[in-house]
């Protein structure tokens, strides 16, 4: 089976930086996703790493390592449009995605 | 090009009545996932299905809840005879074709009460 573990809340300030980590274990392993969920909301797609290293998309940045069984998720020049849950997610098999209990990232002023 | 649509957004039922509830995937996805989300909670993976296929079924209780995915129309996730611990967020989740699990796109959800 497969799980995850993130900080369940991290706090930080309008237009800093914030790194949400994520370990996992897997009896196999396809990729690591993140997901952002507001309140009341949907989960969206935010980025996806299969391969080792750095991807990035505007002010997210995803980072993969497999040997170590971790990634992160960074967010920069922070708003508060983006206090929400994050939530990292393995495919450890055949089109079955296990997500973590996610992270509540506040933003204050 | 619309997106996943899920109905009814909200739906209240009483202890012993059934719950249906609908998800059209986005257009050109053959495929559809279904989780369950407790407040302050993490998705939950319930089930896997594609077009007339159950592909893993592996986190949906064993009895009262079903799931198909019929050639025409929405994906259906049905409860029968509703416990109060059924009440959650029901989302549903769409892909296009092999590998596509990685990247989902979620409905809005079904908040389900159950009285």
């Known amino acids: 089976g497969q799980s995850l573990e993130q900080p369940s809340e991290v706090t930080a300030v309008e237009g800093a930086i914030v790194q949400i980590n994520c370990t996992y274990q897997t009896s196999g392993f396809y990729g690591l996703s993140w997901y952002q969920q507001h309140d009341g909301g949907a989960p969206t797609f935010l980025s996806y790493?299969?391969?080792?290293g750095l991807e990035e998309t505007g002010r997210f940045s995803s980072f993969l390592s497999r040997s170590d069984s971790y990634g992160y998720l960074l967010l920069q020049e922070l708003q508060m449009k983006d206090s929400a849950s994050y939530f990292c997610a393995v495919r450890g098999g055949y089109q079955k995605v296990t997500f973590g209990i996610g992270t509540k990232l506040q933003v204050i002023p | 090009n619309a997106g996943v649509m899920q109905n009814p957004r909200h739906l209240v039922r009483r202890r012993g009545q059934e719950a249906r509830l609908r998800c059209s995937p986005m257009k050109g996805h053959s495929h559809v996932y279904w989780y369950r989300q407790l407040p302050e909670e993490g998705l939950k993976f319930m089930v896997y299905?594609?077009?007339?296929?159950?592909?893993?079924e592996s986190g949906m209780p064993k009895e009262r809840f079903s799931a198909e995915f019929p050639k025409e129309g929405p994906s259906i996730l049905r409860i029968q005879q509703v416990v109060r611990g059924d009440s959650a967020a029901y989302f549903c989740a769409s892909s296009p074709a092999r590998g596509g699990a990685d990247t989902q796109y979620f409905g809005p959800g079904t908040r389900l009460t159950v009285l």
């Open positions: 790493n299969a391969l080792d």
């Open positions: 299905l594609q077009k007339e296929n159950i592909i893993d």
